[in-house]
């Protein structure tokens, strides 16, 4: 079951620069997307979310992309940190338009933030 | 801030045996769900619980498996007769709407020997 992709196991960047993280989604039914940050030892922790009825959403550092026709979505972290290093997961619902609540996540991305 | 918190943080069990895992969701949440990640795999869902009541469950979640609110507080996922394949870290979320953010525990590790 591949309906949320990340297909990029890792990314390593310098301190200061952008982190891209992307993510694809293939069921056409969902409506609502987050982020999470994991910490090994320790369970998934909130970092910014999307409804479908945007395309961009921003908490600080963080924005997340949403392309509804290519069924895409991107996390940007500006400026990157040392302390952001951590296990990325997308994942995804169809909660908002009253469908199921569960989240579909995908296999996780490791950001290695360089000092 | 209010935190999900689980116990034990890890548990360790003979294949056959009953055990029990522990959540205290967020206190004015109401929906409730368990999750499992196998090693090297993605997070999958379990279950979800509104209102003392099963809303939904996946494949995984047969009838070895069984979600209880004993109290105000607690929220429990109970595996009755453990499997080796049951080992994984299980964790616990909750929500105080359906369209909420879900808000995950530190999990359990469950170690099916």
């Known amino acids: 079951d591949q309906q949320v992709k990340q297909n990029s196991p890792s990314l390593s960047v310098q301190e200061g620069r952008i982190s891209i993280l992307n993510c694809d989604y293939t069921?056409?039914?969902?409506?609502?997307f987050l982020w999470y940050k994991k910490y090994p030892a320790e369970g998934p922790t909130f970092l910014i979310s999307?409804?479908?009825?945007?395309d961009k959403n921003e908490d600080g550092r963080f924005t997340v992309f949403l392309n509804k026709s290519a069924k895409h979505l991107s996390l940007h972290i500006v400026p990157s940190q040392p302390g952001d290093s951590a296990v990325y997961f997308c994942?995804?619902?169809?909660?908002?338009?009253?469908?199921?609540?569960?989240?579909?996540f995908g296999k996780g991305m490791k950001l290695t933030v360089n000092p | 801030e209010p935190e999900v918190t689980q116990t034990p943080s890890h548990q360790v069990t003979q294949m056959g045996q009953e055990v029990i895992l522990r959540c205290v969701p967020i206190?004015?949440?109401?929906?409730f769900y368990w999750y499992r990640q196998i090693l090297g795999q993605k997070v999958e869902f379990l279950v979800s619980f509104y209102n003392n009541e099963i809303s939904e469950k996946s494949e995984i979640f047969d009838d070895q498996f069984s979600v209880e609110r004993p109290d105000g507080s607690n929220f429990t996922l109970k595996i009755r007769s453990t499997k080796l394949e049951d080992s994984a870290m299980y964790f616990c979320?909750?929500?105080?709407?359906?369209?909420?953010?879900?808000?995950f525990g530190p999990g359990t590790r469950l170690t099916v020997l």
């Open positions: 994942a995804a619902s169809n909660v908002i338009q009253g469908g199921s609540e569960k989240l579909v």
């Open positions: 069921n056409s039914m969902f409506d609502y």
């Open positions: 979320a909750s929500t105080p709407e359906r369209t909420d953010t879900q808000y």
């Open positions: 206190s004015n949440h109401l929906y």
């Open positions: 999307i409804s479908s009825i945007k």
